[in-house]
Nanobody, 115 residues
């Protein structure tokens, strides 16, 4: 079993920054991909950013403001969020795809941007 623990969410003023972290523990033999998703009230969960091997992919709305990175030694993925706007307010979930494409989700962390 694999467990994901997220941290770093909170309340921030517009224009500010936050850094989310997600650490995976458990029986991990290989990591295929890591990513961040978000779900705003009344909306579907959507991809924010993902990293697989040396490649990254971002939602158009966050390109240039958000950066996804990883620490392989710590089985941790990060999401640096800069120049935050109120439209990014949501619950952010990390996702790991590991061990021959098994998918695990974090518990979610609230990000709230005040204008």
């Amino acid at each position: 079993q694999v467990q994901l623990v997220e941290s770093g969410g909170g309340l921030v003023q517009a224009g500010g920054s936050l850094r989310l972290s997600c650490a995976a523990t458990g029986s991990i033999f290989s990591i295929n991909a890591m990513g961040w998703y978000r779900q705003a009230p009344g909306k579907q969960r959507e991809l924010v950013a993902e990293i697989s091997g040396g490649r990254t992919n971002y939602a158009d709305s966050v390109k240039g403001r958000f950066t996804i990175s990883r620490d392989n030694a710590k089985n941790t993925v990060y999401l640096q969020m800069n120049t935050l706007k109120s439209d990014v307010t949501a619950v952010y979930y990390c996702q790991f795809v590991v061990n021959l494409l098994r998918t695990y989700w974090g518990q979610g962390t609230q990000v709230t941007v005040s204008s």
